[in-house]
């Protein structure tokens, strides 16, 4: 396969790179071994025909957020309508009302009592502190535009950001909910919560909250992934699905873009002895374990409120998120594990009816069915929550690494997002995308600045290209 330019890979990184080198006047082939465009952005009838299931994302707030969605206009993308839920995201707990995250901060900050002005100073300063904040943790190697207010925030963001959460939570909140609510958001980190940036991760989480909102795509993520094939193809692209790259000498063009990890770059490439050991060197975090179910009605919550919210955190206390996702860390399957879940119909009624996800973080390449912790925790905050299945679909760390072999043993971050793993992705470099192979470069989440669904892999793949 030959042109101008080769990107491997149609993830949003992918996606973004190949539409990039387009509109600078290459000639582009865009090649994805599935035979649906879209990699985490993929949707599919997993359950009932008729009703649409996201296979990877749904909640869009990096999208939003992104300097690389940014600069295509993505707002400005026809096919592509974002819709936000009435709530941003809910967490329930036992015995009180549940934890709600609005777009406005003083809003959520009225609801968490004694812990309202803690908030404020922390999700709420970090989200005043606006865009160019966002863009400095979205670009963390660079380059960045002159703008030293910018950094002094973002100076300030970083000395709690640094912290574990359970060490800022026990700190600065001292109401159950502020501390649930923070640890709730940090679990996306998929991180034992004693670990040093895990206050980052949920700080920037609850930023975005108040900045973007977490939308959802209108008729599922496919939809974009859709329409970002198209606005390539538009630009004279040619995009090709099932044709699988297993060897880069398949390939004759100056550049290649490969939104691949570590693992696969390795097989598919002769690599100097002392790039590759980095390479060997690099760290899968933990799986997931993700169902979705058909419902035929919305999900009985204890607490009503909790309807209006696209995404739920379910476990608890600040002590029994850490306590679980300290188990998975240690290779073990927590009885009552941190669940993320969202509700596409809170925001989308197009769907085909209500559906539903969720997963939970287990051991990389876990082989253990945890169907029923995960509901055993909905039933939890949703009593008669089984009694509204219609259908249920269950992919574990196999599963997702058949079906996207970049999820590495269920892995949907593409490596361990610890401290030392947040630049050295996935080697330390001052310009990680860019392989010591003349004219190939790297754009999966394994670059920095991470997973999530914000482009920001291949938009810096495609300039170093370009600039080459």
Same mark, same amino acid.
């Not at 909140?173 to 919560?193: C, K, N, P, Y």
């Not at 379910?314 to 240690?330: D, F, H, P, Q, V």
């Given at each position: 396969?030959?042109?101008?330019?080769?990107?491997?890979?149609?993830? $949003?990184?992918?996606?973004?790179?190949?539409?990039?080198?387009a509109?600078?006047?290459?000639?582009v082939?865009?090649?994805?071994?599935?035979?649906?465009?879209?990699?985490?952005? +993929?949707?599919?009838?997993?359950? =009932?025909?008729?009703?649409?299931?996201?296979?990877?994302?749904?909640?869009? *707030?990096?999208?939003?957020?992104?300097?690389?969605? +940014?600069?295509?206009?993505?707002?400005?993308?026809?096919?592509?309508?974002?819709?936000?839920?009435?709530?941003?995201?809910?967490?329930?707990?036992?015995?009180?009302?549940?934890? =709600?995250?609005?777009?406005?901060?003083?809003r959520?900050?009225?609801?968490?009592g004694?812990? &309202?002005?803690?908030?404020?100073a922390?999700?709420?300063?970090?989200a005043?502190?606006?865009?160019?904040?966002?863009?400095?943790?979205?670009? $963390? =190697?660079?380059?960045?535009?002159? +703008?030293?207010?910018?950094?002094?925030?973002? /100076?300030?963001f970083?000395?709690? *950001?640094?912290?574990?959460?359970?060490?800022?939570?026990?700190?600065?909140?001292t109401?159950?909910?502020?501390?649930?609510?923070?640890?709730?958001m940090? *679990?996306?980190?998929?991180?034992?919560?004693?670990?040093?940036?895990t206050?980052?991760?949920?700080?920037?989480?609850? /930023?975005l909250?108040? =900045?973007?909102?977490?939308?959802?795509?209108? @008729?599922?993520?496919?939809?974009?992934?859709? &329409?970002?094939?198209?606005?390539?193809? *538009?630009?004279?692209?040619?995009?090709?699905?099932?044709?699988r790259?297993?060897?880069?000498?398949?390939? #004759?063009?100056?550049?290649?873009?490969?939104?691949?990890?570590?693992?696969?770059?390795?097989?598919?490439?002769?690599?100097?002895?002392?790039?590759?050991?980095?390479?060997?060197?690099?760290?899968?975090?933990?799986?997931?374990?993700?169902?979705?179910?058909?419902?035929?009605?919305?999900?009985?919550?204890?607490?009503?409120?909790?309807?209006?919210?696209?995404t739920?955190?379910?476990?608890?206390?600040?002590?029994?998120?850490?306590?679980?996702?300290?188990?998975?860390?240690?290779?073990?399957?927590?009885?009552?594990?941190?669940?993320?879940?969202?509700?596409?119909?809170?925001? #989308? #009624?197009?769907?085909?009816?209500?559906?539903?996800? &969720?997963?939970?973080?287990?051991?990389?390449?876990?082989?253990?069915?945890?169907?029923d912790?995960?509901?055993?925790?909905?039933?939890?905050f949703?009593?008669?929550?089984?009694?509204?299945?219609?259908?249920?679909?269950?992919?574990? $760390?196999?599963?997702?690494?058949a079906?996207?072999?970049?999820?590495?043993? @269920?892995?949907?971050?593409?490596?361990?997002?610890?401290?030392?793993?947040?630049?050295?992705?996935?080697?330390?470099?001052?310009? !990680?995308w860019?392989? !010591?192979?003349?004219?190939?470069?790297?754009?999966?989440?394994?670059?920095? $600045?991470?997973?999530?669904?914000?482009?920001?892999?291949?938009?810096?793949?495609?300039?170093?290209?370009?600039?080459?």
């Amino acid at each position: 396969m030959s042109g101008d330019a080769v990107v491997v890979g149609s993830g $949003p990184n992918g996606l973004v790179a190949a539409i990039l080198l387009a509109q600078a006047g290459r000639e582009v082939v865009l090649l994805e071994a599935a035979d649906q465009f879209g990699g985490g952005l +993929r949707s599919a009838e997993l359950t =009932l025909p008729g009703r649409v299931h996201d296979m990877g994302a749904t909640v869009m *707030a990096m999208a939003l957020a992104s300097p690389a969605f +940014r600069e295509l206009g993505i707002n400005g993308f026809g096919a592509v309508e974002f819709v936000h839920p009435e709530v941003v995201a809910a967490h329930p707990l036992d015995d009180r009302p549940a934890v =709600l995250v609005h777009r406005d901060a003083r809003r959520t900050a009225a609801g968490l009592g004694r812990d &309202a002005a803690v908030w404020q100073a922390t999700v709420g300063a970090a989200a005043r502190a606006g865009l160019p904040l966002v863009d400095l943790m979205l670009k $963390p =190697l660079g380059p960045w535009e002159p +703008r030293p207010r910018a950094f002094a925030q973002a /100076a300030r963001f970083g000395a709690a *950001a640094v912290l574990p959460v359970t060490t800022l939570a026990r700190r600065a909140f001292t109401t159950v909910e502020g501390r649930a609510v923070l640890a709730g958001m940090a *679990a996306h980190s998929m991180l034992d919560l004693r670990s040093p940036i895990t206050s980052g991760y949920g700080l920037l989480l609850g /930023a975005l909250a108040h =900045l973007v909102g977490w939308p959802m795509v209108k @008729g599922g993520s496919q939809v974009l992934a859709d &329409a970002l094939v198209a606005r390539f193809r *538009a630009l004279g692209g040619q995009a090709v699905s099932g044709h699988r790259v297993r060897r880069l000498r398949e390939l #004759d063009a100056e550049t290649v873009v490969l939104d691949v990890t570590p693992r696969q770059f390795l097989r598919m490439a002769e690599l100097p002895a002392g790039y590759r050991r980095g390479l060997e060197r690099y760290r899968y975090g933990p799986g997931v374990f993700k169902l979705d179910w058909a419902l035929d009605g919305p999900v009985p919550w204890r607490d009503p409120a909790v309807a209006a919210a696209g995404t739920v955190h379910l476990g608890g206390t600040l002590e029994e998120i850490a306590l679980s996702e300290a188990e998975m860390a240690r290779g073990r399957h927590s009885p009552r594990p941190y669940v993320l879940l969202a509700q596409p119909y809170a925001a #989308d #009624d197009s769907r085909g009816g209500h559906t539903l996800w &969720a997963y939970c973080h287990v051991p990389n390449g876990s082989r253990v069915d945890m169907t029923d912790a995960i509901e055993g925790q909905i039933e939890r905050f949703a009593p008669g929550f089984r009694d509204r299945v219609l259908a249920r679909h269950a992919m574990g $760390p196999a599963e997702l690494e058949a079906g996207n072999p970049n999820l590495v043993g @269920g892995d949907i971050g593409g490596g361990l997002a610890s401290l030392g793993q947040f630049v050295r992705r996935p080697v330390w470099s001052v310009a !990680p995308w860019r392989t !010591p192979l003349p004219g190939v470069f790297l754009c999966s989440s394994s670059t920095p $600045p991470g997973a999530a669904v914000h482009g920001m892999g291949g938009w810096q793949a495609a300039r170093l290209a370009l600039n080459r």
